[in-house]
């Protein structure tokens, strides 16, 4: 574990340049599992992000030489942030790589932070290609590289979240949820919580799509994934580090796996109801408690929103991902008769709080019948068993969608 000695430290470096973020106690969270649900505002952060910490806190543990040369970082947002006002702020020149796929405005926020600091190279489709190219350019330029996770200095950094929890808290913490990507932020911060708060159950949040953390932990090493699902962009990873599992190992009561879909849902109701705006990786630890209603009951319960980084092209994405998810979103390929009144028919089908979110005609493939690609919207997940009912009984001839992905993919 890191000692809390060296954490301490790390926050003195960092009490003149991050934000003391707020601990806030969430009523309506706190109402819908019956405890006490405090809400660690990572979001609010000056990068909306904990990346800061870690990365300014390593920048200043270079040596003289190290500084002068530079340093260079792979990120597919935060950590890049973090980097680019570390440099900045530091006067250290820095070359930032990023995913070519990385939205505009990111990398336009990177280059805000960093100012005439650093240089932005977008390489690859995924952070593990702009990470491979950022890694070679490090070593044949001989820079230094600022780890996203996997480096003790960057691990230290992140654990002073812990100390402002402890220092906010006025209840003893019972649980503490954290997401999970490289595993920084829960060696660190649990590295704290082990010394100065040992009763707190500490339990690490992973998507569904990306469980390297989950696999490695299981499996007592490093496990490398094949393919993840790069929705929770700021929690997927293929590999964690190798020092970050082994802190993981002694900090960690337990790992907790979460659908994207769930995500999206908490994404939408931490807007929605109380004005605040998570991106996926933000939202994990919060979509976690779901999993663990029962245990929680009457505790005291800390979520870190790790960050805020959210896009708003993505909205629709989200809303439809939550949809399916709860059940409320359901496509179909409907064969309609090719004659009048076939579709009038199939209205008369419809609930009548259903709602065709979708219609896609393809062209008629037979003089008998052609196929129409659905999406019937719900109000509540239980209606969907009588819609079923009612569309065999009046004979429509359809194929579910919803269970077929890749044919969705296609599709929709």
Do not use: W
């Not at 890694?135 to 691990?155: L, N």
């Not at 907790?256 to 109380?274: A, D, K």
């Not at 408690?289 to 896009?311: E, F, M, P, T, W």
Request: net charge negative; glycine share 8%; aromatic share 8%.
């Amino acid at each position: 574990m890191i000692s809390k000695e060296s954490i301490e430290l790390a926050a003195k470096q960092l009490e003149n340049v991050i934000l003391h973020t707020p601990l806030m106690r969430n009523i309506t969270l706190s109402e819908e599992y019956d405890c006490n649900v405090f809400l660690k505002r990572e979001d609010l952060q000056s990068v909306r992000s904990y990346k800061i910490r870690g990365a300014y806190h390593k920048m200043t543990r270079l040596t003289a030489k190290q500084a002068s040369k530079g340093v260079v970082c792979a990120s597919a947002g935060n950590h890049s942030q973090g980097v680019a006002l570390a440099c900045q702020l530091l006067g250290i020149e820095g070359v930032i790589y990023m995913p070519a796929t990385t939205p505009k405005q990111k990398v336009r926020k990177v280059k805000r932070f960093g100012k005439d600091y650093i240089d932005i190279v977008l390489i690859g489709d995924t952070f593990d290609d702009a990470y491979t190219a950022a890694m070679i350019y490090a070593d044949s330029e001989q820079k230094a590289f600022i780890h996203p996770f996997d480096d003790i200095k960057t691990i230290e950094g992140q654990g002073t979240v812990g100390i402002e929890i402890l220092e906010d808290l006025r209840v003893s913490a019972d649980y503490l949820f954290m997401a999970i990507g490289g595993g920084g932020l829960a060696a660190g911060v649990g590295s704290y919580f082990r010394s100065m708060s040992p009763h707190t159950k500490i339990v690490g949040v992973e998507p569904e799509g990306a469980p390297a953390m989950y696999e490695s932990l299981r499996s007592g090493r490093v496990v490398e994934l094949e393919t993840i699902d790069p929705f929770v962009d700021g929690a997927a990873v293929r590999r964690v580090g190798d020092q970050t599992l082994m802190i993981c190992q002694e900090v960690l009561d337990d790992m907790v796996l979460v659908h994207e879909g769930r995500v999206c849902s908490v994404i939408l109701q931490m807007y929605n109801e109380e004005a605040i705006v998570v991106e996926p990786a933000g939202a994990l630890a919060i979509a976690a408690l779901g999993q663990y209603r029962a245990k929680i009951k009457g505790k005291n319960v800390v979520c870190v929103v790790s960050g805020g980084n959210n896009d708003i092209t993505r909205t629709e994405e989200i809303r439809e991902r939550s949809l399916l998810y709860e059940g409320l979103k359901h496509y179909f390929i409907i064969r309609f008769p090719q004659r009048a009144g076939a579709l009038r028919e199939f209205l008369e089908v419809l609930g009548p709080d259903d709602d065709i979110a979708f219609f896609e005609y393809t062209k008629r493939t037979s003089r008998t019948s052609g196929p129409a690609v659905v999406g019937i919207e719900l109000k509540h997940r239980e209606d969907y068993a009588s819609l079923i009912k009612r569309m065999d009984a009046a004979g429509i001839q359809y194929q579910t969608v919803n269970d077929k992905p890749d044919l969705m993919g296609v599709l929709v």
